[in-house]
């Protein structure tokens, strides 16, 4: 009789356990969550990290306007403005790269104001050296102008025969040289750069006419229109072109100090230059409406006293 009472109680105690085993199972089923779900979850979290958090950092669009050219981009004798366009350039390529043509596969893929900044820039240069060709029909400068006129969201993969390689920053990179070889071809030969006031009134008014499109977008947004680009890649792209073209005139104004001098137009083009530098360092943390609006005037000051240059070197 006692053994039939153990062996009872023995198969109580392990059908007990069994349910206990099957509870905790149950109950960590519930807890913990399926292998798919933690790996989207991982996922969810690598693509914040990367192209949220990672972008962010490279994410760049300060301004150096005591950004000057080194020595071996401006040899005695060479052309201060190309050799700013080459150093300007270099500068833009070498802040993480040339972030308009980038894949999804880079952590900047998504980024909006670096880009519009960067394309901002990179079209007062274009256009800059675009007007050098132009005055002075030089091969190399006219080398340098076609690998500017690339359009900045060329890629690596392209439509374009070979279909591989010739991205917008390799061009870009590539014309930024052609433009290191033209001064030091200056600097080597009895040829000298343009100095005269034909081709001064040229370069200026390249210039103005680079950051007229992005002008006229403002005045679209100012008005109620709609103008495309979002508020805050506007004031970017805008802040783009207002550096470059600051150095350009600094460049300009280098290149063409006696004819500006005898012109009377010296502090026309210092005015500019400062409405340009006003510009170009206000970087506001939130993108206003104001802040277009402000674009605007100083944007439209600098293009009044490139006017009042351009007319009087017109006669």
Avoid: C
Avoid at 37 to 42: C, F, H, I
Avoid at 94 to 107: E, K, Q, V, Y
Wanted: charged share 20%; aromatic share 6%; glycine share 8%.
């Amino acid at each position: 009789m006692a053994v039939l009472t153990s062996l009872r109680n023995r198969i109580r105690g392990g059908t007990g356990n069994a349910g206990k085993g099957a509870a905790n199972l149950k109950r960590r089923t519930l807890v913990g969550a399926p292998l798919w779900a933690t790996v989207l979850v991982a996922i969810a979290i690598l693509t914040v990290l990367y192209w949220g958090l990672l972008g962010w950092l490279m994410s760049d669009t300060s301004v150096d306007l005591s950004l000057r050219p080194t020595p071996e981009a401006l040899p005695p004798g060479g052309s201060v403005t190309a050799a700013y366009a080459a150093t300007l350039t270099e500068e833009q390529l070498g802040r993480g790269g040339w972030t308009p043509n980038d894949s999804i596969l880079a952590p900047t893929a998504l980024l909006n104001e670096m880009p519009a900044f960067q394309e901002g820039t990179i079209s007062v240069v274009a256009a800059t050296v675009q007007a050098l060709a132009d005055i002075t029909s030089n091969s190399d400068l006219a080398d340098a102008a076609e690998d500017y006129a690339v359009e900045p969201a060329r890629g690596f993969f392209n439509s374009s025969f070979p279909f591989i390689g010739g991205s917008a920053g390799a061009h870009y990179r590539s014309g930024a040289e052609t433009l290191i070889a033209y001064n030091n071809e200056l600097a080597t030969s009895e040829r000298e750069h343009p100095q005269g006031a034909r081709q001064a009134r040229a370069l200026l008014e390249a210039v103005s006419d680079a950051m007229r499109p992005a002008m006229d977008q403002i005045d679209l947004r100012i008005r109620g229109e709609e103008s495309g680009a979002s508020t805050a890649e506007l004031h970017a792209r805008v802040r783009g072109e207002a550096y470059a073209a600051a150095l350009m005139l600094r460049g300009i104004r280098s290149d063409f100090d006696p004819v500006l001098r005898e012109q009377q137009l010296g502090s026309a083009i210092v005015e500019a230059i400062e409405q340009l530098d006003r510009v170009a360092e206000t970087d506001p943390l939130i993108v206003s409406e104001s802040d277009l609006t402000s674009q605007g005037y100083f944007l439209r000051s600098a293009q009044e006293s490139i006017a009042r240059m351009s007319a009087g070197l017109a006669g």
